[in-house]
Antibody, heavy 116, light 109 residues
Framework: EVQLVQSGAEVKKPGESLKISCKGSGYSFTNYWIGWVRQMPGKGLEWMGIIYPGDSDTRYSPSFQGQVTISADKSINTAYLQWSSLKSSDTGMYYC?????????WGQGTLVTVSS | EIVLTQSPGTLSLSPGERATLSCRASQSVSSTYLAWYQQKPGQAPRLLIYGASSRATGIPDRFSGSGSGTDFTLTISRLEPEDFAVYYCQQYGSSLMWTFGQGTKVEIK
């Protein structure tokens, strides 16, 4: 079964750093782009960026360029999304998903809460 | 940047009725890279349709997609209770940049 499993929920304070993960299994992880999507509470889906784990080629949405860093470790089939200094406005659900015929599958989501 | 506009924002229908959801692009989109997703509360989005009209694995045939260029449609032929959810269209081909519509909520009338 092709699946993406994300790391668990996080509660952080403003200014703290964070790195969340997305582990792929059941397919050749290095051969498919992995994207990250934000969903703020009660809102729609926003594309953040995408990475090709085979060579770490990365593209960012202009809205998120410079705000987050996307990376991957192909030796352990894992993609990452990280922040160096969180803001309260980063609170939301973050999904990873595989770019294939359609975007599928999606991870289960990682809830990030940033609050003082 | 391609902008996708979905209409209506909310669709109030009864089980058994037909639902027609629209997705309009600000510029022409390749049908190959137009998809539809269903999202229920507390769940990740689920792929329904890719390539504008191909059903994803396990998706019932009451879901169908159509359209080309700038106008795309998702049709649910007869609503089942489990179909009440939010639906998003997406283009995922232009330079690998994904764009989502703002969503249409299908609610029980």
């Amino acid at each position: 079964e092709v699946q993406l499993v994300q790391s668990g929920a996080e509660v952080k304070k403003p200014g703290e750093s964070l790195k969340i993960s997305c582990k792929g299994s059941g397919y050749s992880f290095t051969n498919y782009w992995i994207g990250w999507v934000r969903q703020m509470p009660g809102k729609g889906l926003e594309w953040m960026g995408i990475i090709y784990p085979g060579d770490s080629d990365t593209r960012y949405s202009p809205s998120f360029q410079g705000q987050v860093t996307i990376s991957a470790d192909k030796s352990i089939n894992t993609a990452y999304l990280q922040w160096s200094s969180l803001k309260s406005s980063d609170t939301g659900m973050y999904y990873c998903a595989r770019h294939a015929s359609g975007v599928d599958p999606w991870g289960q989501g990682t809830l990030v809460t940033v609050s003082s | 940047e391609i902008v996708l506009t979905q209409s209506p924002g909310t669709l109030s229908l009864s089980p058994g009725e037909r639902a027609t959801l629209s997705c309009r692009a600000s510029q022409s989109v390749s049908s190959t890279y137009l998809a539809w997703y269903q999202q229920k509360p507390g769940q990740a989005p689920r792929l329904l349709i890719y390539g504008a009209s191909s059903r994803a694995t396990g998706i019932p045939d009451r879901f169908s997609g159509s359209g080309s260029g700038t106008d795309f449609t998702l049709t649910i032929s007869r609503l089942e209770p489990e179909d009440f959810a939010v639906y998003y269209c997406q283009q995922y081909g232009s330079s690998l940049m994904w764009t989502f519509g703002q969503g249409t909520k299908v609610e029980i009338k």
